[in-house]
């Protein structure tokens, strides 16, 4: 295990433990103000907690146990072999590009030729030797972005730290840093705070979900995000989430209590917490039951109408469909009325809510 971490921050109600193994990066993902960038600063030195330990390639980054009950150690932030890299790119403006990626070597101690020798070979690496030359004046927002992924590495770090690194991009710039992050990360061991599905599904070896200051979910992104266990999850994968009890062929659902006739399959046994998730798309809405015994059907209160584009949102309090705009035209005066909102079961995935192989690797 290259890094591990026991965290506990009273004043945000942050408490979680994380691991990342040799050559893995570890998506973090979570709402605001789950604990993603006091987990980031908490690792890279600019938060302290209130007790924890965490420990990089055997060197103790601190050790804080609880108030009076041994010695505490705190490493600072220069000294850790840890670089983070922010939303905004923070490049010297009085340096070129060249002399901002050799700073981290050079405040290491090492000469200046072999710093600049290793801050070329990095500008190669992230597609930007052209760039040398050029002050961040002089630079994009993706120029910007690739230097500071060449700065922070440069400095060899054990671990390297991601905060939203594409979210100040403009869109049509992002998929090209995303490429050139998923070449420079392959088998080094990096945290990425995002909130980006894409960027899960494209960088991350394993994907962790933070609510409340702790972990919920962990798990290959296909695991985490394609059989969500929270709406947080849910949401970000653009599924529709019911979690429930099976009860033979049905699943109950507390809470609006309902329930939904299934094909459950393997999924639980009866008395058994399960989930099902499906896409919006896959679900329709009619104001007649579907004779259809392929369908799952459940009736529920149509919430309301959200234009998205070229089609429109259907909502309940338990599924949300994807319909035409013509279909939600003929919707419309049903809005706060009872309707249909049926699933084809080979759309449907069923499974176990809890699942007791989501646990970091060993």
């Not at 026991?6 to 998506?27: K, M, N, P, Q």
């Not at 699933?343 to 809510?353: D, L």
């Given at each position: 295990?290259?890094?591990?971490?026991?965290?506990?921050?009273?004043?945000?109600?942050?408490?979680?433990?994380?691991?990342?193994?040799?050559?893995?990066?570890?998506?973090?993902?979570?709402?605001?103000?789950?604990g993603k960038s006091t987990l980031l600063g908490t690792i890279a030195g600019l938060v302290t907690p209130d007790s924890g330990r965490a420990e990089l390639n055997g060197t103790v980054l601190f050790d804080l146990p609880a108030a009076g009950s041994g010695r505490r150690?705190?490493?600072?932030?220069?000294?850790?072999?840890?670089?983070?890299?922010?939303?905004?790119?923070?490049l010297f403006p009085h340096l070129s590009a060249l002399d901002n990626v050799a700073f981290g070597p050079r405040s290491a101690g090492v000469p200046a030729t072999r710093a600049r020798q290793t801050a070329t070979r990095w500008l190669r690496e992230v597609d930007a030797e052209a760039l040398a030359a050029r002050r961040p004046a002089e630079l994009s927002g993706g120029q910007a972005q690739r230097i500071a992924v060449a700065r922070a590495l440069a400095s060899d770090p054990g671990l390297l730290l991601l905060d939203e690194p594409l979210a100040a991009l403009d869109i049509s710039v992002a998929p090209a840093v995303r490429r050139m992050l998923r070449r420079v990360l392959f088998d080094r061991s990096a945290v990425i705070v995002t909130h980006d599905v894409l960027d899960a599904y494209t960088l991350a070896d394993r994907v962790v979900i933070i609510e409340d200051g702790r972990v919920v979910d962990q798990g290959t992104p296909a695991e985490v995000l394609d059989r969500p266990r929270s709406a947080f999850a849910a949401g970000l994968a653009g599924l529709n989430l019911i979690t429930g009890i099976r009860r033979g062929d049905t699943l109950v659902v507390a809470d609006p209590a309902t329930t939904i006739t299934i094909d459950a399959g393997s999924a639980g046994a009866d008395g058994d917490p399960i989930s099902l998730a499906v896409r919006p798309a896959a679900?329709?809405?009619?104001?007649?039951?579907?004779?259809?015994?392929?369908?799952?059907?459940?009736?529920?209160?149509?919430?309301?109408?959200?234009?998205?584009?070229?089609?429109?949102r259907a909502r309940s309090a338990l599924l949300a469909a994807d319909v035409s705009p013509k279909d939600a035209a003929g919707l419309d005066a049903a809005v706060g009325s009872a309707l249909w909102f049926s699933?084809?079961?080979?759309?449907?995935?069923?499974?176990?809510?809890g699942r007791s192989e989501r646990s970091a690797p060993s």
């Open positions: 295990m290259t890094f591990s971490l026991d965290l506990h921050v009273a004043e945000r109600d942050v408490s979680l433990h994380l691991d990342v193994a040799a050559g893995e990066t570890v998506a973090i993902l979570g709402p605001n103000g789950a150690i705190w490493r600072p932030p220069h000294q850790r072999g840890v670089s983070l890299l922010a939303q905004e790119a923070l679900v329709t809405v009619t104001f007649d039951e579907p004779a259809d015994p392929a369908r799952t059907s459940v009736r529920a209160e149509l919430i309301d109408l959200e234009p998205r584009g070229d089609f429109v699933i084809p079961s080979a759309a449907a995935m069923v499974y176990p809510t």
